[in-house]
């Protein structure tokens, strides 16, 4: 292994680190932040940009025009969906059957195949319901 792969791959581990440590929503600079500068912006981009494309991350943008991230637990079960909640950035991970009725219903009615891995469904939490 050349030096420059190795030195890479500790850039890669010391970015998901930091991702998965994050409790709620976060943008690349709050990660640069966290890493305190030791990994390039340019290379954090690029990591951010893959575990988006290997589905490790969720991507959206905010009511600010920001992009931001999260991360999405591994989970084996089939029937499983996100919960995110679109003020304070709490996801929370859900075990139900229902996503698998919901899934089929948009497959026959729809004929649209949904991801079952990465379904995110936005909202309010209760913590911020009630601060309404």
Do not use: P, W
């Not at 791959?9 to 929503?25: F, N, W």
């Not at 988006?52 to 992009?67: A, P, Q, Y």
């Not at 029937?79 to 497959?107: A, P, T, W």
């Not at 195949?113 to 990465?118: G, H, P, Y």
């Amino acid at each position: 292994m050349a030096r420059g792969e190795s030195y890479n791959t500790k850039q890669k581990s010391l970015i998901l680190d930091a991702v998965k440590k994050q409790k709620k929503d976060f943008t690349i600079k709050d990660i640069h932040i966290v890493l305190n500068k030791k990994v390039g912006l340019t290379t954090i981009y690029r990591f951010i940009d893959k575990l988006v494309d290997d589905g490790v991350l969720s991507k959206f943008i905010r009511n600010d025009n920001m992009t931001y991230y999260q991360y999405l637990e591994h989970c084996d079960e089939e029937n499983h969906f996100y919960l995110r909640c679109e003020q304070c950035g709490k996801m929370e991970h859900v075990d139900c059957e229902c996503i698998g009725d919901l899934s089929s219903h948009i497959f026959k009615k729809h004929h649209f195949k949904a991801n079952r891995e990465n379904i995110i469904i936005n909202g309010l939490c209760d913590n911020c319901t009630k601060s309404l």
